[in-house]
T-cell receptor
């Protein structure tokens, strides 16, 4: 059974650019959630996708957007990058809504 | 609304001695509570979870936690620390059993240091 994978591992962007992060959910999982973890902080919920629709959203502006594909993989897009967007972005998948979430290793984004 | 407060940002214990990581929560409804561990450069791993069954929850690697509604606490313990326990630990609250539309709400983390 393949776990949650994320790509790329690391990414460096400049302020104002756009970035796309990718996540492959664990086999058999249909729900994907994204979290932002700033240095020295706990992860913060960005949004969740279920059956290709956004199912819930945390306190993040609209420039954070996402997609879920028919194979349940997902993308996180961030437009107009700001310095404060520098963080570890974590993807988690679960078999059903409300079930245990399994986390990927994360993508480290640095905005200069 | 729900929130989690981890009372210690750092805890240092000697190998072989007990571990206590403290967590208080706030939730408008009956919450589900979790402890996750994060080793450097690795993903978050679930240690244990409470979802309104037994109040004493046993997890992996010898960890356990007790849900105390009257104290709104969910402290994590281990009888004897091992060097491999050194990591960041997160207390987490959720309205759903695994994180519904509101996602998981994480505390700020407790860095556990194990002295040889």
């Amino acid at each position: 059974e393949t776990g949650v994978t994320q790509s790329p591992t690391h990414l460096i962007k400049t302020r104002g650019q756009q970035v796309t992060l990718r996540c492959s959910s664990q086999s058999g999982h249909n729900t994907v959630s994204w979290y932002q973890q700033a240095l020295g902080q706990g992860p913060q919920f960005i949004f969740q996708y279920y059956r290709e629709e956004e199912n819930g959203r945390g306190n993040f502006p609209p420039r954070f957007s996402g997609l879920q594909f028919p194979n349940y993989s997902s993308e996180l897009n961030v437009n107009a990058l700001e310095l404060d967007d520098s963080a570890l972005y974590l993807c988690a998948s679960s078999q059903l809504l409300g079930n245990e979430q399994f986390f990927g290793p994360g993508t480290r984004l640095t905005v200069l | 609304a729900q929130s989690v407060t981890q009372l210690d940002s750092h805890v240092s214990v000697s190998e072989g001695t007990p571990v206590l990581l403290r967590c208080n929560y706030s939730s408008s409804y009956s919450p589900s509570l979790f402890w996750y561990v994060q080793h450097p450069n690795k993903g978050l791993q679930l240690l244990l979870k409470y979802t309104s069954a037994a109040t004493l929850v046993k997890g992996i690697n010898g960890f356990e936690a007790e849900f105390k509604k009257s104290e709104t606490s969910f402290h994590l313990t281990k009888p004897s620390a091992h060097m491999s326990d050194a990591a960041e630990y997160f207390c987490v609250v959720s309205l759903g059993s695994g994180g519904g539309a509101d996602g998981l709400t994480f505390g700020k983390g407790t860095h556990l240091i194990i002295q040889p």
